[in-house]
């Protein structure tokens, strides 16, 4: 695991996280921004919600996340899904309680 991309993207999060998308108009959700901790430019998956547009490292998001932060690929699917299900006005404090979760298991 990864913990100092973790760190960064616990302690970043923006205060409002979109929903089912990577990254839209109306910001990000928390795979798009650990994207963007990942050092990604945000032109490889704006508008996208499965995968990474990237000539060496494309493919699936979650897969690509996985890969990245050294995470099992049960723990993406669960940030993605916890992002997606809990209240917009909530999301960023939900997601950022899960990641650090992960960090003290890690």
Do not use: K
């Not at 970043?12 to 979109?18: S, Y």
């Not at 990000?28 to 995968?51: D, K, N, Q």
């Not at 995470?71 to 997601?95: F, K, M, S, Y």
């Amino acid at each position: 695991m990864n913990l100092g991309r973790l760190e960064r993207v616990r302690d970043t999060l923006p205060q409002r996280l979109n929903a089912g998308m990577l990254l839209g108009d109306g910001g990000f959700c928390v795979m798009g921004w650990m994207m963007v901790c990942a050092g990604y430019h945000e032109i490889t998956y704006y508008s996208s919600t499965l995968a990474i547009l990237h000539p060496q490292h494309g493919g699936s998001v979650i897969d690509f996340l996985a890969r990245e932060y050294e995470l099992n690929r049960d723990a993406v699917v669960h940030l993605a899904r916890l992002n997606d299900e809990t209240p917009i006005e909530q999301r960023t404090d939900v997601v950022r309680a899960a990641i650090a979760e992960l960090i003290d298991a890690g």
